[in-house]
């Protein structure tokens, strides 16, 4: 009914770059929030960040200043660039989002999810 596909996770050295892409195809109205999750290993999956359909975003603290995240509404496409990357950031990283599948119906979508390594 609803996909998403992420794309864009791998290996960087501490101090680098990645950006993520996370695209949503199927048949649904609207989509309200997107929004990026990530879980590292023995911990629980955190919120990263999070846009909104009308540009208003939402970041967790340890990311502030570091990612950005941005959406393009046309390709319901949202994206997480990410710098400065740290060995902390490591994680599989999830892309969700709030779908309106019908008039009357909304619902949470997730990712497969990929994998993100800081490491040098």
Known sequence: QVQLVESGGGLVQPGGSLRLSCAASGIFYSIYVMGWYRQAP??????VAAITSGGTTNYADSV??????SRDNAKNTVYLQMNSLKPEDTAVYYCN???RTTIWA???YWGQGTQVTVSS
């Open 64 to 69: 502030k200043g570091r990612f950005t995240i």
């Open 106 to 108: 909304t619902g949470d």
């Open 42 to 47: 023995g911990k629980q999956r955190e919120l």
């Open 97 to 99: 989002a709030n779908v």
